[in-house]
Every structure is written in C-alpha cells, then in structure tokens.
C-alpha cells in the first residue's frame, strides 16, 4: 500500500492549495472587474475633483492626484486582502472547509496557502493599478518596482492574515460586514493615503503611527514618487514586524477556529 | 381602491421596519461609523489645511451637508439588498399575496427606508454641533431637512428595489450599491464645489441628483438662501414618483 | 372615524364577492375553479400544462406529485403571484387576472418555506398582517389571541420568532393564515421538515379548520398526508393531472391488496384457484396472490395451503398506498423522486447562494 503522505511535500500541498484558491479568484472575474473599478473611481474622480480644487501645502510640486496614487494602491491591496479572509466564511458555510480540514494538511499550511492566494490576487490587482500610473505620468525605476513588489507582498500577507483572523471568528457575513466598516475603512483612512498627516490633532496622531497602512503607503510614496516623511528602511521594517505577528495571530485564529 | 386604506398598508409597511428597529438597534449605529469618520477626519484634516475655497463657509461646514446626504443615499441604496434577503426568506412572497396593492407595498417599504434614513440625518446633525459646525438650527430648516430627507430616502430606495426586481441576488445587488454610491457621491457637489471642478465633472454633477439634494441641504444648513430649493424639491418629488410606479410594476419580478 | 370606513370597507369586499353571483350560484358554485389552466416559461417548459379541476366549497382537496409537477406553481396563480399563460381561473367565481385583490382578501396562503418575519414577535408578526388584510381594529386583538391558543403559541407570543423551532414557526404561520379569517386557506406542503408530533398538531390543525367550514387546498408529495387529510386528491405529474379522485377510490383502481405467502421450505410453483385470487408472483419460497380484500382473503388462503399440506412460515397483507396508485398512473415511483428532488434543492441553494 503506497503511503501517499511522504511522497508530498509540504511545497506541493502548498501548491495544491494555493491553486485551489487562485482557480476561485480566476473564476470570479466579476469581483476582480469591481474591485479595480473602485480604485480607479478614486483616483480619477477624486484625484481630479480634489486636484483641481484644493491646493496641497505639502509637495506642491505634485499633484493631488499623484499624490494620493501610492495610497490609492494601497487602499486596493486593503481591501482586496481583508476580504479573502471573508472567503473562509463561504468556504465554511459550504463545507469545503471541513473536507480541507480532515485532509492530512496541518492547519498551518491550510493558512499560509490561503495567505499565498490573498497575495497574488493583491498582486495582480496592483500590477494593474500600476500600469494605469503609467498613464497619469509616474515613471518607475527597475529597483523602483522590485521595492513595490515588495511592499504589495508585506502589506498584502498582512493584511490577508487580518481578514483570515476575523474570518474565522465570524459565523456570518453580516457581522464580517460588521468588522469591515469598523476596521478596514479607518485602517485606509487614517493611513495618510488621502491627505498629509501632519495636520492632524494628537490623538488621531496616535492612532495613524499603529496603523501598519501609514508605513506602507509611506513607503509606496518614497518608492514611486520620492516624497516620503521616513526612510524606505524604517517603513519596511514596520511593516514585517506587523506582517510576522498578524500572520503568526492568523495563524493562530486559523488554527483554533471550529470547522463548523 | 380606497386611498385611506392604501395609505394605511403602506403605514403599515413602515411599521414593520419601525418595530423591527426597536428589537434590534445595531445596524443603525453600525451604519454611522463611515459618516461619521468623512465628517471627522476628512473634514477636520482639510478644513485645518485651508486646503479649498469653499465661499463663505468653512471647508467643514460645507461638507457637513454633503456628508449627511451621502450616508442617506447609502441607506436608501443599500435598502434593495434587505428587500432581496426579504425575498429569500419568504417575506415578500407573504407580502404580496395579502390584498395590498404592489404600490402601497414599495410605498411601504421606501417609507421603511427613510425612517433608517432619518435616524442617519439626526444623528449627524448631532455630531456635526458636537464638533461645533455652526449650522442653522432654525425650527423650520430643521423640519425641512428632515422632510427632504425622507424625500430623499424614498427615492433611491424605490430606486433600489426597482433595480433589485432585476439583478435578483444579494451579490449582484452589492456590487451595484458600491457601483451607484461612489461615484454618486464624488461626481456631485457633496466634498467640493460644482465651480472649482474641471468642466467635464461639472457637467457630471449637474446631472446627479445627489448635487440637487445637497443644494437643498445646503441652503437650509448654511445659507438661508432658498433659491434653488423649490427647484431641488420638485426634481426630487417627481422622480420618487417615477420609482415607485416602476418598481410597483416590476416587484413581482423579484419572486421569479 | 376610521373605524366606520373600516366596517364600511369590510362590507364592500363582502358586497362585492356577493355581486358576482346570487345566492342561489353560491351554493353551487366552485370554491376554485380552472379551465385549461397553463404556466409556460421561456424554452417552452411548461410547469402547469393545461389543468382543469374544480375545487368544492368545503372540501379538502390534495395535490399530490413530486417536484416539479407544477402543485406550487398552481397555488402561485392562485395566489395571484404569477399570471397564468392562458386558461381561466377562478375564485368563487371571481376572475383572478381581473380581481386580484379581492381574491387575495378570501385566501390564507401558508407558502411551502417558512416566511414569518424573524426580527419581529409572534404577536407581532399576526399584527402586521391583520392590519394588511384590513382585519378592523376591534375584531384584531381577539382573533390575534384566538389564533395564537388555536395553534398553541400564546406562551410564546412575545418572543422574537428567530428563536422558535422549525415547528413553531409552521404553526406561527397557519396563525397568521387565520387571521384574516380566509375562506381558502392553501398550505403548500404543509409538514414538510416537521417532526412527528408537530405535523400531527398541524394535521389536526387542517381538519378542525375544516371541520368550521374553510375549505383547504393542500399540495404534498407525502402520501400519509394526503391520505390522512384529504377528501378528494388530483395526482399530478409533469404539469397534468394524472387522475382525480378521492384516496380510497384511487385505491380501489390498483386493483386490490397483495397477499404474500412466505413458505418454510422451497416447493414447486402451485396453481392458486381463482376464487381465492390471481397470483402476481411466485418463487420457490414466496408466492404474491391479489385479492380484492387482503384480510377476508387470508383465512382460505391458510386453508388452501393447510389442505396440499405445505407448510406456511408467514402471511402478509399489503393494502395498496398511495405510491402505487402513483406508479399506476405516473409510471414512476413518487418515493424515488423524493430523494432526486432533496439533492436537487441543495443544488440549488448552492447556486443561489453564491
């Protein structure tokens, strides 16, 4: 009798099952379609409509629309990463859950595959908003875009292992919902995506300095249009440290989380 | 048809949402937090930039309007998605086979709408003093802001349903609130205004009715001047009339 | 004030269902009638394909089939919630297409899945609906608290109806039903998910209603209910009407039980006199006689094999049911479409779902 298990290696469960969920990203072209729409709905809309509108103390050189572009970038990964973990509730009201969780995969492989296939649809997502920079005048650097790459992958396992945490406490979509409005949006908008943070009262102050976005976005703006107020280090560095103890309570919220 | 009698079912209607409200309050506060956190941060953040020329008012207080319109269009839109959970769970089927006309149904429930809608308005008028935005407390702007609200909400909630007959599913409906609600809300005068922007979103927000209903806000918020306001009122009677008869038509569209 | 347009209005609906007919008519008019009834959706499928039937004031009427023969889709056009292709269809002689409204004022419609209000109370829920079938204010508490003791929920009336059992809420839903005291009342698969003992309740439940004078129209695919309940049942197949008639008569038409005589030991095929009945079928140790009547036809049957000396290890009677009446007249088991049906409505909550 063939003993299936150690002819596997754990390189090719994690292929299986990362697979598995870019087959479902792939098949849901539609959300793809509207998740980008937004996006550029912001960028295009906004970005002209406050451009042409308001005058940015800061950066003035820039426009507003270039301005808000790195964030507009992060704002999709955001989105687009916290929603997968949304998925674990589809999967576990439809049972596949269960027929994963009984399969012989540890629980932390189960995780880091779905955390893989957050990644690379955020991925795809911003290699098209990127694109579309091209076309409001940002020009990158061959380095330039590896660091983007980089930062996409950070934020983006990150924040997948945030929406995977929540996912696996929540038993409905509404009370998911529920967390999105509470979590996710002021995530984004105190990010300092829309506007410079240095206007603001102290205790919003706070608040932007533990959100892992503020780096990201921070990072994105010094990669993509050389105006950042901290170095491209430091963000980065941020930004693991939030990426390794959100995938490590992800993991673990994954790993405790009731298959039913 | 008796019209007392139609009037009374869709009162009726209403009433429904109104106890379902006092069982159950969360949604009401949950639906806040994005409003809340436009008036607070977006408008703190820009009004101390000075970033905008915004007339005679403060960047806060010209947006507080804008704000409380939004949150209502939200409402209203996101209205069609509980009509469709309503007609996955069989409520609508049991609706529809009692002798109330279809009319005084989507009349009901767009009446439904905007009492959520209120809610959204009063409580932002409540924030907005907090942060001491100087509005007009006037009694009769008061009344009328509300009035327009209700107005309001019954438009795009009969909108919603009317579009709800057609797309049929929670999903589809979520994605054509994200759809309509965006760019509603930033292709109108409701964050800056109409005469700053380039002329081609100019000539978008002219066409949005967000823009007519944040005028109306406006003028009874900030300005006092009520010049555009019987106007605004009119566009806004005539399509929730347009709404409502059409998605009356098509609500049976729903069960198929 | 409004009370008195209330009672005026009540009387206008009365007046103007009396105005379709005189009185003489209302006796023998239908409680609902069709005439080459039709349901077709694009493609050209046919869910009700040219249905007559007449419903009589009073009676229990069942519609038995399996999924997807059209029962709902009969009780929809009914209610008013779809319009039928072409054919005619009448509620005590009203028109449905020209009436719909006072048609729906004489029905109590209890829909095949539970549509009560969750994030409302019992109480609630019967309030809402009494007002919407303009019930008057006076008559509405009593008959609200009369419905919830006569399906046994007043205890939990106050209580918000998404904590109640699958079989609370059924019952919640005949209340409802009742309240606007209908003269039809429809149940579309009745006890379908039931437990035992709350399908009994509602089984009484129906014959005591009927027993006050409603007139009931019921569709199952449940052979016991429909032979429990009904006087007269339509079997019901792809659209059609198979047969009509009522439970005991349909019966008959299989042509009589099933005598099985299980031997103790093998023995050659024996010839059976006719008298006693005519033999379906035999092998070594088991022979199947049909006789008209299962139980007279067991003590000469006994004799019979005593008299050849063979020795009989047990007899069975099988009186027809209602699945061989189905598969006489549809040609296909109804049991065996019930399971194809279960997995067919899980698929289809996926596919909705998502």
Not at chain 1, 81 to 88: A, K, L
Not at chain 3, 330 to 342: M, Q, S, V, Y
Request: overall charge neutral; some cysteine.
């Amino acid at each position: 009798m063939l003993s299936m298990e150690s002819n596997i290696t754990i390189f090719e469960k994690l292929y299986a099952l990362w697979l598995r969920e870019f087959k479902v990203f792939l098949r849901e072209r539609s959300r793809l379609v509207a998740s980008t729409f937004t996006p550029l709905l912001w960028l295009f809309v906004i970005g002209i409509g406050f451009g042409s509108v308001a005058t940015l103390p800061t950066g003035s050189t820039i426009g507003y629309q270039k301005f808000i572009f790195p964030g507009i970038i992060c704002m999709s990964i955001i989105f687009t990463s916290v929603f997968f973990g949304s998925y674990v509730i589809w999967d576990r009201k439809f049972d596949f859950l269960k027929s994963v969780m009984v399969a012989p995969v540890g629980r932390g492989t189960i995780f880091v595959g779905k955390a893989l296939g957050g990644m690379t649809s955020s991925l795809i997502q911003s290699a098209i908003l990127l694109l579309i920079g091209v076309l409001i005048g940002i020009t990158y650097s061959p380095l330039g875009v590896i660091e983007v790459i980089a930062i996409v992958l950070l934020l983006s396992f990150t924040l997948t292992s945030l929406g995977l945490a929540i996912g696996s406490y929540m038993q409905s979509l509404e009370g998911f919902q529920l967390i999105v409005s509470f979590v996710v949006f002021p995530l984004f908008f105190l990010s300092g995506a829309l506007f410079p943070l240095d206007k603001l009262p102290p205790w919003l102050m706070v608040i932007t300095s533990i959100d892992p976005a503020t780096y990201a976005v921070d990072a994105m703006r010094t990669v993509v249009l050389d105006i950042g107020s901290k170095p491209f280090a430091f963000d980065m560095v941020i930004v693991l440290v939030y990426a390794i103890s959100l995938g490590a309570i992800g993991a673990y919220s994954f790993g405790r989380m009731k298959a039913v | 048809m008796n019209i007392i009698q139609f009037l009374y079912n869709a009162i009726t209607i209403a009433e429904m949402e109104a106890r379902k409200i006092r069982h159950d309050t969360t949604e009401l506060w949950t639906r806040l937090v994005q409003p809340a956190l436009w008036l607070l941060i977006f408008g703190e953040t820009f009004n101390a930039m000075r970033a905008m020329s915004t007339g005679s008012f403060s960047y806060i207080q010209f947006i507080t309007p804008g704000i409380l319109a939004q949150s209502v269009l939200f409402i209203a839109i996101f209205y069609g998605i509980t009509v469709v959970w309503e007609r996955d769970v069989g409520i609508i089927t049991k609706l529809l086979s009692t002798p109330a006309s279809h009319v005084s149904i989507v009349l009901g429930k767009s009446l439904a709408a905007s009492i959520r809608g209120i809610f959204q308005a009063m409580m932002i008028f409540v924030l907005a003093l907090i942060l001491e935005v100087h509005i007009r407390l006037d009694p009769i702007d008061i009344a009328g802001v509300f009035a327009v609200t209700i107005l309001f909400a019954m438009c795009f909630s009969s909108l919603s349903m009317l579009l709800a007959s057609f797309m049929k599913t929670r999903d589809r409906m979520m994605g054509i609130g994200q759809a309509l609600t965006m760019p509603l809300f930033f292709a109108s005068n409701a964050i800056y205004p109409i005469s700053a922007m380039p002329v081609w979103l100019q000539y978008i927000s002219k066409c949005n009715p967000l823009s007519y209903v944040v005028d109306a806000m406006r003028s009874m918020l900030l300005s006092g001047s009520y010049e555009n306001l019987p106007l605004d009122i009119l566009i806004l009677i005539a399509s929730t009339v347009v709404f409502v008869s059409l998605a009356s038509v098509t609500i049976k569209r729903l069960l198929e | 004030m409004i009370n008195k347009i209330w009672i005026n209005y009540k009387c206008y609906i009365e007046q103007e269902i009396m105005s379709h007919f005189n009185s003489q008519d209302f006796e023998t008019i239908g409680a609902i009638e069709a005439n080459n009834l039709t349901k077709s959706y694009h493609g050209g499928i046919r869910a009700v394909d040219e249905m007559s039937f007449t419903i009589r004031k009073g009676e229990i009427f069942g519609m038995l089939g399996p999924n997807g023969a059209g029962k709902t889709t009969v009780i929809k056009m009914i209610v008013t919630l779809t319009k039928a292709t072409s054919g005619a269809l009448q509620v005590f002689g009203i028109d449905v297409t020209r009436s719909p409204e006072t048609v729906r004022g004489m029905l109590g419609y209890v829909p095949q899945s539970i549509s009560v209000d969750t994030d409302l109370t019992a109480y609630e829920n019967l309030l809402i609906f009494s007002k919407l079938f303009n019930v008057s204010k006076k008559e509405r508490d009593e008959r609200i608290t009369s419905s919830l003791e006569y399906m046994g929920l007043t205890e939990r009336a106050s209580d918000l109806v998404k904590h109640y059992s699958g079989g609370m809420m059924r019952r919640l839903e005949i209340a409802q039903a009742l309240v606007n005291r209908p003269r039809i009342l429809l149940l579309d698969e009745p006890s379908i998910g039931l437990d035992p003992a709350s399908k009994k309740h509602v089984w009484e439940s129906i014959k005591q209603l009927n027993r006050d004078g409603t007139t009931i129209l019921i569709t199952t695919h449940d052979m016991s209910e429909a032979d429990e309940l009904c006087g007269r049942i339509a079997i019901m197949s792809a659209g059609k009407i198979s047969v009509m008639g009522s439970p005991t008569e349909l019966k008959k038409t299989v042509g009589g039980d099933v005598v099985t005589v299980n031997l103790t030991s093998a023995h050659p095929i024996i010839a059976i006199p006719k008298e006693i009945g005519s033999v379906v079928h035999s092998s070594e140790k088991s022979i199947q006689i049909l006789a008209i009547n299962g139980e007279h036809a067991v003590p000469p049957i006994a004799d019979f094999f005593r008299s050849h000396e063979i020795k009989v290890d047990s007899i069975l009677v099988n009186k027809p049911n209602l699945d061989d009446v189905f598969m006489k007249y549809a040609k296909r088991r109804l049991a065996d479409e019930i399971h194809t049906g279960a997995s067919q409505e899980r698929r289809n909550f996926v596919r909705h779902a998502r």
